[in-house]
């Protein structure tokens, strides 16, 4: 099944910004515990790729510039566990689980 692309903001508190990603790609394989050729068959597993489009940074005035490519890429790159475990959140609460 193919998603229709969705655009996420992703808060990221300890580098006062606010990136916009997009999920290029998500895997979600079911547990199926009667496979022994490893564990991630047997429990199941999910899997998400994401891009990130743009990316505000604020001062501690509040007032915001451009992250720009580079910037981005960085905090992509810094925060990547945790920017997909918040679209993981965002993409559970679309589905209401």
Not at 49 to 66: C, H, I, K, M, Q
Request: charged share 30%.
């Amino acid at each position: 099944m193919r998603r229709e692309a969705s655009v996420y903001e992703v808060h990221i508190d300890a580098e006062a910004c606010v990136i916009q990603c997009e999920i290029t790609d998500v895997i979600e394989a079911d547990p199926n515990p009667g496979l022994w050729s490893s564990d991630w068959d047997a429990q199941g597993y999910r899997e998400l790729e994401f891009r990130v489009l743009s990316g505000v940074a604020y001062d501690a005035d509040g007032n915001p510039s451009d992250l720009g490519r580079n910037g981005c890429a960085e905090v992509a790159d810094r925060y990547a566990e945790f920017i997909e475990d918040d679209l993981w959140h965002q993409l559970d609460n679309e589905r209401g689980e």
